[in-house]
């Protein structure tokens, strides 16, 4: 984990990858963003997590790699990075077979 310096200097989480993680404020307000999926545009709820937004797709977020604006999001903080708007995604989903 990294710290970034939001608002009045007030330290907030962020990701390595440079994305802010989601905290009361950000949960609070729930604008509608808009985003693209896989190269699809789409609106979702503001104030997502990953995670969320993924439930919100019918996708589990056990079976996917997410890329957020060309950076690889580690599985790990899949449920604190949080949606923005302008955010491009490209996920890939794990199917099995054989």
């Known amino acids: 984990m990294v710290f970034l310096e939001f608002g009045a200097g007030a330290p907030e989480r962020g990701c390595a ?3 802010a993680l989601l ?4 949960v609070s307000d729930n604008p509608t963003l808009v985003i693209q999926v896989n ?5 979702v709820t503001g104030g ?3 995670a969320a937004m993924l439930g919100e797709l019918g996708l589990d977020p056990k079976k996917v790699a997410v890329e957020r604006n ?8 899949l449920g604190e ?17 054989g």
């Open 48 to 50: 997502l997590s990953i």
């Open 17 to 19: 990858c440079g994305a």
């Open 81 to 97: 990075v949080a949606v923005a708007d302008g955010d491009a995604f490209e996920i890939v989903h794990f199917v099995g077979g």
């Open 23 to 26: 905290s009361r404020s950000t």
């Open 39 to 43: 190269g699809e545009r789409r609106r």
């Open 70 to 77: 060309l950076e690889i999001v580690p599985r790990a903080t």
